[in-house]
Structure formats: C-alpha cells, structure tokens
C-alpha cells in the first residue's frame, strides 16, 4: 500500500486506528496491532479467567500483534463466506490492516439520531443490530465483543461488522460463546433504548433467525450472576459509579427479558456441546 498519510485517528482507538487517504482516493482505517502491546487489563482478565465464577466471563486466548491480526482476518474472512458484511481487508504491514471505510460507525449514528430526537430511528437501529447478531449465530458463528460503535449501519440497512479482537469460542462451546455475544450487545441495547419496548422488540429480532438454544442459556448465566447484582446494588448506595449503574441497570432489564430465574440446579456440562463450562 501507497505510503499513508494520517489524517486523524478513529474515535475510541487508542491512536492505534488511524483513517488515512487510500491508493484510490477512498478513505481507510489502518490499525496497527502493535502499537500499545497486550494492555494491563487483558493480561489481568487472562489470569482472573481460571477463577472466575462465571463461564462466560472467561478471556479469549492472549495472542501477540501478529496473532491478532491473524485472527482479525480469519474472523472477517469466516464472516464474509457466511454472507454477513464486513469491510474489505488488505496487509498495511506485518502487523497492520487496512480496512475499507464502511462509514459512520454505529455508536456515531446512535448519537446523531438521539440528540436529533429522532428516538423511532435510534431504537429501529438498536433493532436491526440485534437482528444481525442472530443472522451471525444462524450461520454458527459468533462475534466476540458485539458493540454499535464496531459495526456501519449501510444506507441499505445492512450492518457491516468489524473489530474480531475476541474469540471467546476459543476457550468455550459456541453456544455459550454466542450467549455472551447477545448479553454484550443487550447491554448496549438495554441502556440506550429510547422506548421502553424496544429490547423486547430487539429480542424477538434476534430470534428469528438466532438458534433457539441462546437465549436460554444467557438465561442461566445470568441466574448464576445474580450474586453481582446483589453486589452491585449495595456498592451502588455507596457510590454511584456510572459504569456500575449502567451494568445492574441493563442487566436488571436483560434479566427480565429473558424471564431469568436462578437455575435451581446449576449445570456443570454443556449439553449441547458435551463439553465442560464452569
Ligand atoms: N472499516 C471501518 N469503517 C468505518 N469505521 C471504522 C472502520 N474500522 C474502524 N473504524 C472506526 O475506528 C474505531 C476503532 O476501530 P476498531 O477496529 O474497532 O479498533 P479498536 O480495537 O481500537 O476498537 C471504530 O469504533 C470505528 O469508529
Ligand atoms: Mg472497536
């Protein structure tokens, strides 16, 4: 690829994204996967995943610059064969990609939509995102860290998803890797919705094309987390914290979504994949 020129990083990067005029005059996005290392937190979350009480939570495998970006590839190529939209990929070095700017990222639209007031066109977006999460679990496949700001909402109303720095199906069976997917992006749905109706409404998207056996396992999941609501609620009287009133307050609605009650008996197998989660 031509030399790059920067021309202001991606919102949210770290500096490691940077949209740069291409060959063509087009924009790209260009990250470099070396840029900051393997950040404190992931290496933490890494060590913390032998302990952690909940199999979902678990860190996907730590991988170096060069995994990561293979991994990236792998993952959007994988996406692409199932007909899903990502953005073209090409090398940009040993240990970067240049991706085809899809445009506005989904975060951005949200945020323009809102202080538009245009809660109807806000919330139909939050919708048409879980829908696409379930055509991506049809197809057996899973995400890793689904969020409105790693995908662009097409003018066609396809979404274009990017960012496969996670691969929790690594280290657990699909299925649960795919009800962590839908407990990520429901988070994002529950605490931005506009309308109160719209994480059912953005639930039975999911479902219709999504496996029917997710759903019901975010469910035990969620049961067996509700000792961090309990948690939660108290440091909440305590301190307010936003990220923490954001995680009861979407989990809550989560939890009542999906009808979750505590699983009188914990399952220690996955019996769908007939492999063992905590
Ligand atoms: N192909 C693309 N099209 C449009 N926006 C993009 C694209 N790639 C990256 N971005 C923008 O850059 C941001 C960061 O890129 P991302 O690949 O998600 O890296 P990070 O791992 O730092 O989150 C995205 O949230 C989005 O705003
Ligand atoms: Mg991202």
């Known amino acids: 690829m ?31 996967f070396g840029a900051e290392g393997i950040p404190f937190g992931r290496r933490l979350h890494a060590v913390l995943s032998a302990f952690l009480p909940v199999g979902i939570w678990s860190a996907s495998p ?53 202080r538009a ?14 829908a696409s999460l379930g055509r991506i679990h ?61 994480p059912a409404r953005a639930l039975a998207a999911y479902r219709q094309a999504a496996p029917a056996g997710v759903a019901p396992r975010l469910s035990v999941h969620l049961g067996r987390a509700s000792w961090t609501l309990a948690l939660g609620r108290l440091l909440l009287r305590l301190h307010a914290g936003k990220d923490l009133r954001r995680y009861v307050g979407a989990t809550l609605c989560l939890r009542e979504l999906l009808g979750t009650e505590a699983p009188a008996v914990v399952p220690a197998w996955s019996a769908e ?4 989660i905590r």
Do not use: N, Y
Not at 273 to 276: N, R, S
């Open 2 to 32: 031509a030399a790059l020129e920067e021309s202001g990083t991606a919102t949210g990067a770290g500096g490691r994204v940077l949209r740069a005029p291409g060959t063509d005059g087009a924009c790209v996005f260009v990250k470099h």
């Open 62 to 114: 730590l991988l170096g610059a060069r995994g990561l970006m293979a991994r990236e590839w792998r993952k959007s190529a994988a996406f692409r064969a199932a007909g899903i939209a990502v953005p073209d990929l090409s090398a940009a070095g040993p240990e970067a990609l240049a991706t085809a700017d899809a445009g506005p990222d989904g975060q951005a639209v949200l945020k323009r939509l809102r």
């Open 117 to 130: 007031g245009d809660a109807a066109g806000h919330d139909a977006l939050l919708v048409a995102l879980a």
């Open 138 to 198: 049809a197809a057996g496949l899973c995400h890793g860290r689904p969020h409105p700001r790693d995908t662009a909402p097409g003018e066609d109303g396809e979404i274009v998803w990017f960012d496969f720095e996670e691969e929790p199906e690594a280290v657990m069976p699909l299925l649960d890797a795919q009800a962590r997917d839908l407990w990520l992006l429901f988070l994002q749905v529950c605490e931005r919705a506009m309308d109160e109706g719209t």
């Open 273 to 276: 994949a007939g492999l063992p």
